[in-house]
Structures are given as C-alpha cells and as structure tokens.
C-alpha cells in the first residue's frame, strides 16, 4: 500500500482469463470469462485513514462527530474514513476506457455500491458516466442508448454500471456480459479475486 501510493501507482489492473486444461471446479463454463478488473489502488478505505477505538485520535474523531453531527458512537468504535475523489475515479475510468478502445473490448462496466454510499461509490459512478460522455464522446454509449437502437452504437464501447453485490452474482451466471470492469480499491480487490477463482486461479 505504501509503494502504490509513494509512486501513485494508481491503476491495479488485473486481467482474467481462462486457460485450457487448468482446473477449475467451481463453475461448469470457465471458458467463458475474459475479463479485465481496473481496480483503483490509491484512496477508498485502502488509504489506511484509521484510528482504534481506545486511541485518542479516535475518541476526538468520535466527539467532533457527535459535537458538530450529532453523530452518537460508543466509545469501543474505531473509526475508519472512505475517501473517494473526482480526480482518482476519473483518471481510474479514463485507463480502463482507453485499454477498451486499444483492445477492441465491447464493454466497460462501473461497479460500485452507490445505493448505499451515495456521496463515495455513488459519486465514483456518476464520475465515470460524465466521464465517458464528455472524454469519449464519439467511441462510447451508455447501456440504456445501447438497448434502444443497438445496430446504430454496434461499433461503440458500452458504459454500464451495476451494484457490487449484484456483480458477484452477474459474472457468474451471465459471464459473456462483462468484458473491462473499473471500480473502487475494496470492490476491485474482491471482484478480481472471485473472478479468478472462476478460471482456477487464486485458491
């Protein structure tokens, strides 16, 4: 964590494919996957802003939250922040659009958790759609543009979006779906993982 971030190495990008002849017991058509996770690497929770719950960083995070917010924690909470910036999510979807456009791939796919985390996860998706729309304006459509009149965009990137949770369940049962993934440094870390385990990686 502290390389990737001293060097802002700020793109983990992490193909996935399948191998013939290598195991792989937990799916019945892992010739299917051929995916690319663009994880972001440097902010979210992975950014290591975090006190524990008797420090006294922690107690006076906890009192400025409850003087300012009327937030109210017990005293055993740590306290962990998320932060997700404008800046590093675009830049993050700028790389992955661009390897789709380098490489011919049909898809890139933001997965986030914004119905929950509005003003973070939220905000990384709301990002990557302004992003697409304003940067790759000519070489993208968005998935709902897509499925109105899909022979007109057939040579474009389709950006789409789905909820983490969701995702887990979509790379394994519509596989064929899913071709560049970005997303944020926790999702990303999970999503590759699962991902791999398909193909008979990561055991």
């Given at each position: 964590m502290t390389l990737r971030q001293y060097f802002d190495l700020y793109a983990n990008i992490r193909p996935v494919r399948y191998f013939p002849g290598v195991p792989s017991p937990p799916v019945k058509n892992p010739e299917k996957v051929n995916m690319v996770v663009?994880?972001?690497?440097?902010?979210?929770?992975?950014?290591?802003?975090?006190?524990?719950?008797?420090?006294?960083?922690?107690?006076?995070?906890?009192?400025?939250?409850?003087?300012?917010?009327?937030?109210?924690?017990?005293?055993?909470?740590?306290?962990?922040?998320?932060?997700?910036?404008?800046?590093?999510?675009?830049?993050?979807?700028?790389?992955?659009?661009?390897?789709?456009?380098?490489?011919?791939?049909?898809?890139?796919?933001l997965v986030h958790k914004g119905n929950i985390m509005k003003y973070t996860e939220g905000a990384f998706k709301d990002w990557g759609y302004e992003l697409a729309a304003t940067e790759f304006r000519d070489q993208t459509v968005t998935e709902e543009e897509y499925s109105k009149n899909p022979e007109a965009y057939r040579n474009r990137i389709v950006v789409k979006d789905r909820i983490t949770d969701n995702m887990f369940q979509q790379v394994l049962t519509r596989t064929e779906e899913y071709d560049v993934i970005a997303t944020t440094n926790l999702n990303g870390d999970y999503l590759s993982d699962a991902i791999a385990a398909q193909v008979g990686g990561l055991a």
């Open positions: 663009f994880r972001e690497n440097t902010e979210d929770l992975y950014a290591g802003i975090e006190w524990k719950y008797d420090s006294e960083e922690a107690n006076r995070v906890r009192q400025f939250l409850s003087e300012q917010f009327n937030i109210s924690l017990t005293p055993d909470t740590g306290i962990g922040i998320k932060p997700i910036s404008k800046f590093r999510s675009q830049r993050l979807v700028r790389k992955a659009i661009q390897y789709a456009i380098a490489n011919k791939r049909r898809s890139v796919t």
